[in-house]
């Protein structure tokens, strides 16, 4: 346990508990062409990213084979926000040439769209991502799947040597970064209505891409690249995006601690709570659903 940094005890609701990190990045300069993609982490965020890049960019392989990190920056609290990292921001993007995929970026705005990750609780996010009306494309996913993919994340990336009933504990209490869970979705759902938010759920991406990059094109007013979907679909597939250096997130992240075995495109599955939940954990997490629930309509991953 104590491997994990930044571990906060914060109960479902407890935004106050964040106070300390209510600090200069919240001042940070929003456009209103900004798109940004936020989720709790292990949603699917990277392959929402993804998407969204192919949409908004277009698949031009001279670009997308930079590594996603670099085209589609993470926008984390100060103590990660680094000058490097905000200038890079504020001068995106660094594509700025003419391309045949030209006409698929945002043009009634007439700029380029910086494109920026984050998992922020929404409440948490740069004050001017409301005011300018940047969009938010926000992902959400079972958190069972979430549970069992962070804690596989978590031992390769942060060195958690604990057994995975320990760490179903610590992800219901919330003892880990950019939780507590329901908090971080609720707090995008609730807003869905009257903020520019979009909500896409990982299971239904396993089911419809197609369907669901439609949804997002409409939304980011982008148009539907009929022609290249067969091309975007193969270039999102789990086993595309697991062998391309770009988004396999292999190279920027291997390192941290010694080599787990655990991949960051482990699975790619809906369901693989299944394979790994007992029945005692099942009904902790119904549970904590119930109740962190019960007060919201939230419909999904109540069973
Ligand atoms: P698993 O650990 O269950 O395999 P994030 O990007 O938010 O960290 O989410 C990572 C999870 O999304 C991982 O889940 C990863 O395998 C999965 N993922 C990434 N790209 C995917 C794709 N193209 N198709 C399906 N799942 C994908």
Redesign the pocket.
């Known amino acids: 346990v104590s491997s994990l940094v930044n571990v906060v005890p914060h109960s479902f609701t407890a935004l106050p508990q964040y106070a300390d990190f209510h600090t200069a990045h919240r001042s940070f300069p929003c456009r209103s062409s900004d798109i940004w993609v936020a989720?709790?982490?292990?949603?699917?965020?990277?392959?929402?990213?993804?998407l969204v890049w192919c949409l908004v960019r277009g698949l031009d392989h001279s670009l997308s084979s930079k590594p996603l990190m670099n085209r589609f920056p993470f926008f984390e609290w100060d103590s990660l926000m680094t000058p490097e990292l905000v200038q890079a921001l504020e001068s995106m993007p660094d594509d700025n040439v003419e391309k045949p995929g030209a006409q698929w970026r945002i043009l009634e705005r007439g700029d380029d769209p910086r494109l920026i990750k984050t998992?922020l609780h929404r409440e948490l996010m740069p004050r001017g991502v409301r005011s300018s009306k940047s969009k938010i494309i926000y992902?959400v996913?079972d958190p069972r799947?979430?549970c069992?993919?962070?804690f596989?994340?978590t031992i390769k990336f942060l060195g958690y040597t604990g057994d995975f009933d320990h760490f179903v504990d610590m992800f219901l209490s919330a003892r880990y970064e950019f939780g507590p869970y329901w908090s971080n979705v609720l707090s995008f759902w609730n807003k869905r209505k009257s903020d520019n938010i979009l909500v896409l759920k990982?299971e239904d991406?396993?089911a419809d891409l197609v369907g669901e990059m439609v949804r997002v094109a409409k939304y980011l007013e982008v148009p539907i690249p009929e022609n290249q979907l067969p091309e975007i679909v193969e270039h999102?597939?789990?086993?595309?995006?697991?062998d391309n250096p770009a988004?396999n997130?292999e190279s920027t992240m291997d390192g941290l601690v010694e080599n787990t075995g655990v991949?960051?495109?482990?699975?790619?599955?809906v369901g693989?709570h299944k394979n790994v939940l007992s029945v005692d954990q099942l009904k902790r997490f119904q549970v904590w659903t119930q109740t962190c629930l019960k007060d919201s309509d939230f419909p999904y991953y109540r069973d």
């Open positions: 989720s709790h982490p292990k949603s699917g965020t990277t392959w929402t990213q993804e998992h992902v996913r799947d979430v069992v993919s962070l596989h994340h990982y991406m396993h999102l597939s789990f086993r595309n995006m697991k988004t997130n991949k960051f495109m482990r699975k790619g599955i693989d």
